[in-house]
């Protein structure tokens, strides 16, 4: 913990909160990597080429506003199932998600990323709005959601696997922030950058979060050319070669 954390919101214990101090790429790092545009394939390509696992399709992860394109840092949480029936802790109601400690922590730029609970909602329209009020780009969610009409009209976009109204309040207890998570088979850290536009995610690890971008750019550069030369009605036998 940082000599001088941040004021928390008492939803989940701090020894709980792996990390306060995230490592964060630079603001122009992620500026490099939206304008990209909808390069989800490239930057998959590229992991690929390094041998970097964390790309996740879309039809696993589906987006919740289509066009959306968003590159952040992640900010991760972990949630399971609470004990008992959800029914019976309804009557005497306790609610253990702590998603709102990740967003008292966010920063501009920022993407929640939660390990959820399938078959309950892991995120609603109150967190999501909270979300976009830090200046979170987006959310990454393995597990159900629920209000998407609400997220979706503050323009708020979110990658999940489900779409329910049952609620995970009295269903669900966070058990971390800011540690490993499992994201569909793949490890995704604190820190890491979140790139997710109608194709899928890509979670690509901090410390190599230059080299990917920097070879992602070069290969939208050479797509670019090549599109043009389609268009020119260039011959396809004559067309210039990508990567």
């Keep these: 913990m940082s000599a001088n954390p941040p004021r928390l919101t008492g939803k989940i214990h701090p020894s709980r909160i792996r990390q306060f101090a995230v490592p964060r790429a630079t603001p122009g790092l992620l500026e490099r990597?939206?304008?990209?545009?909808?390069?989800?394939?490239?930057?998959?390509?590229?992991?690929?080429?390094?041998g970097i696992p964390g790309v996740v399709g879309a039809s696993t992860l589906k987006p919740t506003i289509a066009g959306k394109i968003?590159?952040?840092?992640?900010l991760t949480v972990r949630n399971a199932m609470q004990p008992g029936d959800g029914y019976a802790n309804a009557r005497v109601p306790t609610n253990k998600m702590a998603e709102f400690e990740a967003h008292n922590l966010a920063q501009p730029g920022d993407v929640v990323v939660i390990q959820g609970v399938a078959g309950v909602s892991n995120m609603g329209g109150i967190s999501a709005q909270t979300a976009k009020r830090q200046g979170e780009v987006g959310a990454i969610i393995e597990g159900g959601i629920r209000d998407v009409t609400h997220s979706?009209?503050?323009d708020f976009p979110i990658w999940a696997s489900e779409i329910t109204p049952l609620t995970g309040k009295w269903r669900i207890e966070t058990m971390e922030i800011n540690g490993d998570v499992d994201i569909a088979g793949m490890r995704v850290s604190c820190g890491d950058i979140v790139f997710a536009d109608d194709t899928g995610v890509c979670f690509v690890p901090i410390a190599r979060a230059e080299e990917?971008?920097?070879?992602?750019?070069?290969?939208?550069?050479?797509?670019?050319?090549?599109?043009e030369?389609?268009?020119?009605g260039t011959h396809i036998a004559d067309l210039p070669k990508t990567e």
């Design 33 to 50: 990597y939206r304008a990209l545009g909808d390069a989800s394939g490239v930057i998959s390509d590229v992991m690929d080429r390094l």
């Design 70 to 74: 968003i590159a952040g840092t992640a």
């Design 152 to 154: 979706r009209s503050i």
């Design 212 to 227: 990917v971008l920097a070879w992602a750019e070069k290969i939208v550069c050479a797509e670019a050319i090549k599109c």
């Design 229 to 232: 030369a389609i268009d020119a």
